[in-house]
């Protein structure tokens, strides 16, 4: 017994307390949040606020570093932050009752500065959560540092030491239990929620297209063991957004509201209304603007949607070119994201389109689900809107969308890539024939040459698969002859357009990294 009284110090009495303050803080606002706004939980409009605010080129190396897990890594961090200040308080508040519990509510305030300032906040509702959930703390805080206080008081020998402590850890024991109880019934609240949406997308059946996607010729795939398959199945898609918590939007509900300059018939459609109209489904290839040289964030698909151009022009839209007065489509998602594509580029005949189905299966959710938009030959970040809820017509010189506020291009237009997937970085293959291939990509425009060089020597001539069509990435492959040593392969490719891929690199930040593509190699 006064080997664990000696364990208990006034430092860690004091962090038990904080420690046990924070999580009923966490706790209490989680279910609010679950409530009223599942949007509005401290963690998340904490880390979006904080994803807002991150310089690009942080973010970049964020997510160049820790990739897809990027915002687990943010949300480890905001929670391990919050610990070591919900210790710290408790150490103070053992010493001042009232300034550990101000210090609580201040965290509180600036949950709600977060809240409030999210792109998708709906007002001072969104303010509660964290507001609640800080009195709650500070309440905790307040008695626990008080009993806390006596169990370190009680003079030695009497008993009452002991039975101080007791109460000190009862206390805490109850309140921790009780807290949670309340995560818990936060979890299950917002669980339910998103099994409604999961049920809308599993009862969801996704007409045939009216205009079916040309089969893609054999000659398109080139088996090469280590080359990106040629259509990227759902679960290897890449995803990149800025959704702490994948939003899980109950198809039944859904509207998508049409309006805006130029916009003489405004409309909301239901999910049913867009899917009783003739469906197009089309292999497009996205890809992302952040893709560094070589880098990951590209994806081929097999898309069925409603192409944008009928519907854009049944609610009265007519492009720039035809004397339309907006030149900017806004497209924002139920997470508040927005994102701007040229009016122009959307109604120019390609098959820009709001995507309801991905490889034969309605959109996951982390894919957009109920429905995206799609326009190939754009970056993501200015056309592919998931989760979309609305979309705006304006102009460039009166809006800038999210990323656009955030130094990236108004206008992104896919860059000419070619990307080597095999052999891997630093690889070790065997003198003789190694087979070097990968895929290349500039969509809207097609490849039509792909070129090999090794260390310094001149370019040489890949072998190109059949091509799909312009808006889908070519694989390529090259026999080479390989020597022993270390080697440097380098890749560029030609698009239909004549381009040859510049050598000039840039980084992703405004529109794209450009530069061609390297590996090196030690042959054996
Ligand atoms: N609502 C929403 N839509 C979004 C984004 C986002 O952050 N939020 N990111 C965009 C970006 S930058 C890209 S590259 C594509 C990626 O789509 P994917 O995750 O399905 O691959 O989605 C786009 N649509
Ligand atoms: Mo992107």
Redesign the pocket.
């Known amino acids: 017994m006064s080997s664990f009284r000696n364990t208990l110090s006034r430092p860690s009495r004091g962090a038990l307390a904080g420690l046990t303050a924070g999580c009923t803080a966490l706790a209490v606002a989680e279910l609010i949040a679950a409530l009223v706004r599942p949007a509005a939980g401290p963690v998340t409009v904490v880390g979006g606020a904080v994803v807002d605010r991150t310089p690009a080129p942080v973010k970049d190396f964020a997510i160049r570093t820790f990739g897809e897990n990027d915002k687990t890594v943010l949300q480890l961090g905001i929670l391990v932050l919050l610990a070591l200040f919900a210790t710290a308080l408790g150490i103070v508040a053992l010493r001042h009752r009232y300034a550990g519990a101000l210090g609580v509510l201040a965290f509180g305030l600036v949950g709600t500065a977060a809240a409030l300032s999210r792109p998708d906040s709906t007002g001072l509702g969104d303010a509660v959560p964290s507001l609640v959930g800080s009195v709650a703390g500070a309440a905790v805080l307040y008695v626990l540092a008080g009993k806390a206080v006596l169990a370190g008081e009680a003079p030695r020998g009497t008993g009452a030491r002991g039975g101080s402590r007791r109460g000190f850890l009862t206390a805490v024991a109850v309140t921790a239990v009780a807290a949670t109880a309340t995560g818990a019934l936060g979890r299950m609240l917002s669980d339910r929620r998103g099994r409604d949406a999961e049920a809308s997308r599993a009862g969801l059946v996704l007409p045939p297209p009216a205009s079916p996607a040309p089969a893609v010729p054999p000659g398109a795939r080139l088996g090469v063991p280590g080359i990106s398959p040629f259509s990227t199945p759902n679960r290897d ?7 702490l918590v994948v939003p899980k939007v109950d198809a039944d509900t859904w509207r998508l509201r049409i309006h805006g300059k130029g916009v003489t018939r405004p409309r909301t459609f239901t999910l049913d209304e867009l899917l009783a109209r003739p469906l197009i489904e089309r292999d497009i290839t ?5 893709n560094e040289v070589g880098g990951p ?1 590209v ?1 081929n698909a097999r898309w069925l949607g409603v192409p944008l151009r009928g519907l854009l022009a049944e609610c009265g839209v007519e492009p720039p070119s035809r004397g339309g007065p907006a030149d900017q489509l806004v497209a924002r ?1 139920v ?1 508040g ?1 927005t ?1 701007g594509s040229p009016v122009e580029d959307v109604m120019d005949g390609r098959d820009a389109m709001l995507a309801v189905g991905m490889n034969g299966e309605p959109l996951p959710f ?3 689900f109920p429905v ?1 938009m799609l326009v190939p030959g754009l ?3 200015v056309s ?4 979309i809820e609305s979309i705006e017509l304006t102009t460039f010189a009166a809006y800038d969308p999210y ?1 656009v506020k955030r130094k990236w291009a108004r206008k992104a237009p896919v860059k000419t890539q070619s990307r080597i997937d095999t052999p891997r970085p630093f690889a070790r293959p065997a003198a003789g024939t190694v087979t070097v291939a990968g895929v290349a990509w500039a969509q809207r425009r097609g490849i039509t040459r792909v070129e090999i060089r090794v260390d310094d020597g001149p370019w040489q001539h890949a072998d190109l698969a059949e091509q799909d069509t312009v808006d889908t990435w070519r694989q390529w492959s090259y026999r080479w002859n390989a020597t022993p040593g270390g080697h440097t392969i380098t890749v560029r490719a030609t698009d239909g357009a004549g381009q040859v891929q510049t050598e000039q690199r840039t980084r992703t930040v405004p529109d794209g990294a450009s530069g061609h593509h390297s590996v090196f190699v030690t042959v054996t």
């Open positions: 898609f890449y995803r990149v957004d800025t959704a996205l890809t992302c603007v952040s964030y994806g998602s997470d994201m994102l982390d894919h957009g995206r970056y993501g970040y592919a809107c998931k989760w990323w």
